[in-house]
């Protein structure tokens, strides 16, 4: 059975930092690209990054652009998205999936960037 | 950047019915790179359709894709109680922004 589980979000001050991860099983994992999707509260989805299975190709949304690093580690099934600078717009449920297109998602895990 | 419209923003319509729900991309959506998604509250995303017309493992009949270009269509032909949710459609051909659009709610009218 596939399962990702996102881990490390929580409350945080604007400008601050957090890392979220995401353990991916019941896959090979190294022969998928895999994203990052957010989504505000009350809001649409919004993708935000992606990274290819061996990490030669990575790509962010312009809002994220130089403040948030997606990277992964094949050897521990991992993927992992380094957010810097964040902003009260940042808050939002992050979503790990596997794809495109994204046939499995992770439950989510709420970032909340308030004073 | 492609953009993507759907429409209607919310469609209300009783069990049993037929929904008709748009997507429409700004320049085309390359390969058909097009993908549908049903998001019920408190939940994460389930596929639906990819490739604009492919249902994905485990989806009921009922539900299709179709269109190609600039002009894609989920089709439910029988709503069923369990359908009433948000539906988004996303392009991913090429390189990204792996753009969403909107989201549709279809509502129990």
């Known amino acids: 059975e596939v399962q990702l589980v996102e881990s490390g979000g929580g409350l945080v001050q604007p400008g601050g930092s957090l890392r979220l991860s995401c353990a991916a099983s019941g896959f090979t994992f190294s022969s998928y690209s895999m994203n990052w999707v957010r989504q505000a509260p009350g809001k649409g989805l919004e993708w935000v990054s992606s990274?290819?299975?061996?990490?030669?190709?990575?790509y962010y949304a312009d809002s994220v652009k130089g403040r948030f690093t997606i990277s992964r580690d094949n050897a521990k099934n991992s993927l992992f998205l380094q957010m810097n600078s964040l902003r009260v717009e940042d808050t939002a449920v992050y979503y790990c999936a596997r794809g495109p297109p994204n046939d499995f998602w992770g439950q989510g895990i709420l970032v909340t960037v308030s004073s | 950047d492609i953009v993507l419209t759907q429409s209607p923003g919310t469609l209300s319509l009783s069990p049993g019915a037929r929904a008709t729900l748009s997507c429409r991309a700004s320049q085309s959506v390359s390969s058909s790179y097009l993908a549908w998604y049903q998001q019920k509250p408190g939940q994460a995303p389930r596929l639906l359709i990819y490739?604009?017309?492919s249902r994905a493992t485990g989806i009921p009949d009922r539900f299709s894709g179709s269109g190609s270009g600039t002009d894609f269509s989920l089709t439910i032909s029988r709503l069923e109680p369990e359908d009433f949710a948000v539906y988004y459609c996303?392009?991913?051909?090429?390189?990204?922004?792996?753009?969403f659009g909107q989201g549709t709610k279809l509502e129990i009218k």
């Open positions: 990274i290819s299975s061996s990490s030669n190709y990575i």
């Open positions: 490739g604009a017309s």
């Open positions: 996303q392009q991913y051909g090429g390189s990204p922004p792996f753009t």
